[in-house]
């Protein structure tokens, strides 16, 4: 056997493509050629081609079977790692998900700061709101900006009759004539 299993591989290649029924065409070329320019099978014992044919066969099928498992081994491995992993992330996010809840104690002058912050926020809520002191609803507001359409953010919306209010300027449209 040559010392580069490789070596002839162009070759091999490019005579199993030129047959057309697979490897099945290309042994019965190579096992013919065998038996018409060699004495593969008549210059030895009786029977002894059999015998140099499946010790060969055997051979290169345990290697084969043998990379098979290996490279079926390493992929499992892979498997099994990467499933470790997308495990423990899956863990850390439901133990962040699902941190217990802590007390924090404050002093009295932490608990008057938040107090006047969120009153601040009510107050700001009011002031936004339609001007006669009552807040604006969170919800209202939203609904509101959902009617809006993307490209009219931003622009002032009409007065009732169809004009703009300015705020020293008033102007309104009127149609005083409709033809059909």
């Known amino acids: 056997m040559a ?5 002839f591989d162009t070759m091999l290649l490019a005579m199993a493509q030129q047959h057309e029924g697979g490897v099945k065409d290309l042994l019965n070329t190579i096992v013919g050629f065998l038996a ?13 081609w059999e015998q140099v044919v499946k010790d060969t066969f055997y051979v290169h099928a345990k290697k084969a079977k043998d990379e098979a498992d290996k490279i079926k081994r390493e992929k499992e491995e892979a498997d099994r790692r990467l499933k470790d992993i997308q495990q423990k992330k899956e863990q850390e996010r439901m133990a962040q998900d699902f941190e217990p809840a802590s007390v924090t104690e404050i002093t009295d002058q932490e608990a008057v700061k938040i107090q006047e912050d969120i009153d601040k926020e009510k107050k700001t809520q009011t002031e936004v709101g339609s001007g006669d002191g009552t807040p604006v609803e969170p919800e209202s507001a939203a609904e509101a900006e959902e009617e809006d359409d993307p ?9 009732a009759g169809n004009g703009c209010d300015l705020e020293n300027y008033r102007w309104t449209q009127t149609l005083e004539e409709v033809e059909l």
């Open 151 to 159: 490209k009219e953010k931003g622009k002032l919306k009409p007065n």
């Open 36 to 48: 018409r320019k060699t004495d593969f099978f008549t210059g030895g014992k009786g029977g002894e």
């Open 3 to 7: 010392n580069d299993p490789e070596r």
